[in-house]
C-alpha cells in the first residue's frame, strides 16, 4: 500500500467514547455523499440512478456485498447501505481491462501494484491467458481456454490433484452446477470463503441444533426484548443491519455491544434514509458496551452461565424438554474459576453480572456475532457456550429470540446449500446420483488450509477459483502465494482485476463473467439467478445493466461449457439444456436440495421462500446426535501473551468489503489515506515506550509451528493510538494476513485464527 505521508488524522476525540456520553462518529448522511460520488465516479450520474434504483428490489438485482436480508413486505426505494453502493459501483463501472491493457502492462509490473490500484482499473472484457515462461496475459478464445483446462483436468494422474475454489458471489444456479461438475470429475476438493469465516458457526451450531444456520428472521429484531451483538462490527461488515437495530430500539429492545473496539455504527448510528438521521443526533444504538478482551468471550458467556443458574433464571421447561447434557454443562459452569475469567475477559465483574442480569431478565434474545468469535483456536467451544446461555433461557423456537451468525458475502449460505462444501452429508450424494445417474465420490475433500498445504507440497496441481480473491483472502501470505504459484494450472473467474491474477501457476487463465448487475440473455431468453441470504429466505436476482463486454459468460455457461469440455459429449448431465435455460437446473436443484421442492414456483413469489428450519418453525432438533438441542461442557481457554506482546486481530476498514478495497480511509475510525496502519491503546504504547505515529514492523510469533518458523513479519506498519480493550491491537488485513500462521486453526472447523495473533512492535528508525 502507499505509505502515509503524515499521521492518520483522527476526526473522534478518544475521550468521547465511553457510551454514556455524547458521540462524534456517526453512520448515516456522510456514507450517502460518498456513495453517490463513488457511484458518479465509476459509472456516471445516468448509470448510478439506474443501478441504485434496482438494488435490492424486488424485480432489480440482490447486492453483490453482504448477505443481510431485505425485509419482507415494504421496501424503502434506497434498500441499500453505502458499501452496497460501493460495490455496485465497482462492478458496474465504466473502466475496463482489456487485451490492450495486458499488452501494456507485464505481469511482473501488475504484481507491484496494490490490491487498490488492481481493482480500480475496471472490468475484465476478453479471456486471458498466461502462458508458461510468458511475460503478459495474451488473449484466448473461449473454446481454447476451456480445451486448455479440460486437458489439464484429464491429465492429472488423480482428480484429487484439483482444486475447485469457490466465494460467496456465486449464484445458486452455478453453485449447484459447479460442484455438480467437480463431483462427476471425481473429487469433493470444494473449498470456498465459508472455510475462512463462518465454518466455526457451522460446526457449533450442527452439534447444538442440527443445523449450521441461524435460527432467526429479520421480522424477529422487531420483537426482541434484548440483542447481544458479539464480536461483529454491523457498521463497517453488514451496515444494514444497522437499520434492523434502530428499528428494534424503537419497539423498546435493548441493545449490548460487546467487542475490543468501539464501533462506530453501534454507538450512535444516523439512518439517511429519515429525517432525524438526516438533521438530528441520530439514534444511540448500544445500551451497553462491553470492551472485551479478544478471545474472552467464551469465559463471558461461562460466567454468564454460572451466574443464570446462580440465581435460578433457567427456563426449566424448555430445558427438560427439549435439551440433552444439561447436567454436565451446568457442573462445568458451575465450577467456574472466576479469576481466570477476569483474565479472559479483562471485564469489571459487574459488567458481566450486568449482562446476565440483562438476560435474566429478557424474555425473548437475539445473539448476533461473526468473524470476532469465529477465528480463534477455540471458536467452536465458544460460539456452543453462546448457544449454552440461549437453551439455558429457553431462546430458541419462538419469536423475537434465537442463535444469528451474520454472515458476510452475498450468497455464501446459499453456495453451502446448493453442495460446495468438501464433506456434504450422504443424503445429498444419494440425491445427487439419483437424479443425473451419476456416481460420486464418498471420501472428504481438502477445505482451503488443506488445500493450500497440498498445492504448496505438490499434491494438488490445478486451481480453479470461481470468484473471490484466494491469494488475499487466505491466511500466510508468503506460503500461500508459494502454493499458488507451485501449481501447473491456476484459472480465475473473475469481473475484475485483483491479487490472484498476478499470484499464478506456470499457466494461467482469467475467465471475466458476468456481474450481478447484469443482463444474462440465453438461448430460452433472459435468464434470472437465486440467492439465499443471512436467514435462509432465497429469493431471484435478474440484472438489468448492458454486459460490460459482449465477450462475456455467465457463471453457469462458464461452468456448463467446462464440464462438456471436461466430461465429454455423453455425460448423462444435460449441461448444453442447463446453459440455455436456468428454470431447467432449478427443477433439478428441487429435487436435490432439501427444502427445495417447487423452487421455480416459489421463487417468483415476491419476496422468494424462506427455508424450513426445525429448530427455529417448530422446536425439532432431528438433526443431532441425540435428537434434541445440546448443551455442551468445554474446559475455559484463556490467552495468555508473553510481556512486551500484544494480540492482534485482523479487521476490516471501512472503505473495503471483504478483500475488495474500495479506498484508503477509514472515516469511522479516523484514519486517511493509508492502510498498513496498527491499532493500539495509549496505555499499551505508554508501557511498550512507544508513540502515535511511530513506524513499526509487526511480528507475529507462534511456538507450536510445526514447518519449524516461529516469527513471520509484516512490515512498516504506523502506529495508531486508539481505545482498543488493553493488551489487544488490530490491523486490516490483507495487509496482515502474512501474520497467521497456516497450520494454526480452530478446532474442529480450521478456520484460520486470524482474531488471536501473538505479535510483538518493532519500531523502525527512519
Request: proline share 6%.
Amino acid at each position: 500500500m502507499v505509505p502515509m505521508s503524515k499521521p492518520p488524522q483522527h476526526d473522534i476525540d478518544e475521550s468521547q467514547l465511553d457510551v454514556t456520553g455524547p458521540k462524534r462518529w456517526a453512520a448515516g448522511i456522510p456514507g450517502v455523499a460518498v456513495s453517490l460520488k463513488r457511484g458518479v465516479e465509476q459509472m456516471g450520474v445516468a448509470r448510478t440512478v439506474t443501478t441504485l434504483r434496482l438494488l435490492n428490489q424486488r424485480e432489480g438485482f440482490d447486492c453483490p456485498g453482504c448477505a443481510w436480508p431485505e425485509p419482507q413486505g415494504h421496501r424503502k426505494l434506497a434498500e441499500f447501505c453505502e458499501n452496497g453502493a460501493k460495490a455496485v459501483a465497482e462492478e458496474a463501472t465504466r473502466r475496463r481491462v482489456g487485451p490492450d491493457f495486458f499488452a501494456a502492462h507485464p505481469v511482473a509490473e501488475l504484481a507491484g501494484r496494490t490490491d487498490y490500484w488492481l481493482g480500480q482499473q475496471g472490468r475484465i472484457t476478453d479471456p486471458v491467458v498466461l502462458r508458461e515462461g510468458g511475460t503478459h496475459y495474451e488473449p484466448i478464445s473461449w473454446s481454447d481456454a476451456f480445451a486448455l483446462v479440460a486437458e489439464k483436468l484429464t491429465g492429472l494422474a488423480d482428480p484429487d490433484e484439483a482444486v475447485f475454489y469457490t466465494s460467496g458471489r456465486t449464484s445458486n444456479e452455478a453453485a449447484f452446477l459447479y460442484q455438480l461438475l467437480v463431483r462427476s470429475f471425481g473429487t469433493n476438493n470444494l473449498p470456498d470463503c465459508s472455510n475462512m469465516c463462518h465454518e466455526s458457526s457451522g460446526a457449533a451450531l450442527s452439534e447444538t441444533t442440527g443445523i449450521g444456520k441461524g435460527s432467526v428472521s429479520i421480522d424477529d429484531f422487531a420483537r426482541a426484548d434484548l440483542i447481544v451483538v458479539v464480536g461483529q462490527n454491523p457498521g463497517t461488515n453488514h451496515p444494514r443491519m444497522l437499520s434492523a437495530l434502530e428499528e428494534a430500539k424503537k419497539t423498546g429492545a435493548k441493545i449490548v455491544a460487546v467487542n475490543p473496539l468501539p464501533e462506530a455504527g453501534l454507538l450512535r448510528f444516523k439512518n439517511p434514509q429519515n429525517v432525524r438521521g438526516v438533521v438530528g443526533a441520530g439514534t444511540q444504538l448500544a445500551d451497553e458496551f462491553l470492551q472485551i478482551r479478544l478471545g474472552g468471550d467464551q469465559a463471558l458467556f461461562q460466567a454468564v452461565g454460572n451466574l443464570l443458574l446462580s440465581w435460578d433464571a433457567a427456563d426449566d421447561e424448555f430445558v427438560a424438554r427439549y435439551t440433552d447434557g444439561f447436567a454436565e454443562y451446568a457442573a462445568n459452569v458451575r465450577d467456574l474459576d472466576w479469576e481466570a475469567v477476569d483474565t479472559a475477559t479483562g471485564l469489571p465483574r459487574r459488567e458481566v453480572e450486568l449482562l446476565a442480569r440483562m438476560l435474566a431478565d429478557s424474555q425473548r434474545t437475539i445473539f448476533c456475532w461473526a468473524m470476532g468469535l469465529t477465528q480463534h483456536k477455540h471458536s467452536v467451544a465458544t460460539i456452543r457456550e453462546i448457544a449454552n446461555v440461549a437453551l439455558l433461557r429457553g431462546m430458541i423456537g419462538k419469536p423475537g429470540a434465537g442463535l444469528c451468525p451474520v454472515r458476510g458475502h452475498s450468497n455464501v449460505q446459499g453456495d453451502r446449500t446448493m453442495g460446495i462444501w468438501e464433506k456434504m452429508p450422504e443424503k445429498f450424494m444419494s440425491a445427487l446420483e439419483t437424479e443425473f445417474g451419476i456416481t460420486v465420490p464418498r471420501e472428504h475433500g481438502m477445505d482451503t488450509v488443506a488445500s493450500i498445504r497440498a498445492m504448496r507440497d505438490g499434491k494438488a496441481r490445478v486451481f480453479f477459483a470461481v470468484g473471490g480473491n484466494f491469494a488475499s483472502a487466505t491466511p500466510d501470505t508468503e506460503v500461500t502465494e508459494r502454493a499458488l504459484r507451485s501449481c501447473e494450472l491456476t484459472v480465475q473467474v473473475s469481473t475484475k482485476l485483483n491479487r490472484s491474477h498476478v499470484v499464478h501457476g506456470a499457466t494461467a487463465l482469467i475467465l471475466p463473467t458476468l456481474g450481478r448487475t447484469e443482463s444474462d440473455l440465453q438461448h430460452s431468453g433472459e435468464q434470472f439467478v437465486t440467492v439465499e441470504d443471512s436467514m435462509s429466505v432465497v429469493h431471484r436476482s435478474r440484472g438489468r445493466l448492458e454486459p460490460a463486454s459482449d465477450r462475456l459468460l455467465s457463471e453457469v455457461s462458464i461452468v456448463c461449457r467446462l464440464a462438456r469440455a471436461v466430461l465429454g459429449p455423453d455425460h448423462p448431465v444435460p449441461w448444453e439444456e442447463f446453459e440455455k435455460d436456468y428454470d431447467l437446473i432449478r427443477d433439478r436443484i428441487s429435487r436435490v436440495v432439501p427444502g427445495c421442492a417447487d423452487y421455480n414456483e416459489r421463487v417468483r413469489r415476491p419476496d422468494g421462500f424462506v427455508l424450513p428450519h426445525a429448530p427455529r418453525d417448530a422446536r425439532e432438533f432431528t438433526g443431532t446426535r441425540t435428537g434434541k438441542a445440546n448443551f455442551a461442557a468445554h474446559e475455559l481457554t484463556v490467552l495468555r501473551v508473553p510481556v512486551g506482546r500484544l494480540l492482534l486481530q485482523t479487521l476490516r476498514s471501512h472503505d473495503q468489503y471483504n478483500t475488495t478495497i474500495y479506498g484508503l480511509d477509514d472515516r469511522y475510525r479516523g484514519v486517511k489515506d493509508g492502510r498498513r496502519v496498527v491499532f493500539v491503546s495509549p496505555a499499551d504504547l505508554d508501557e511498550l515506550d512507544l508513540l502515535d505515529g511511530q513506524f513499526v514492523d509487526l511480528v507475529s510469533e507462534w511456538p507450536e509451528d510445526p514447518t519449524g518458523v516461529t516469527e513471520r513479519r509484516a512490515e512498516r506498519f504506523r502506529v495508531v493510538s486508539y481505545p482498543t480493550a488493553r493488551g489487544c491491537a488490530a490491523a486490516y488485513f490483507p495487509e496482515a494476513n502474512p501474520l497467521v500462521p497456516l497450520d494454526s486453526t480452530a478446532l474442529e472447523s480450521g478456520t484460520p485464527t486470524s482474531k488471536s495473533i501473538v505479535v510483538r512492535l518493532e519500531r523502525l528508525v527512519d
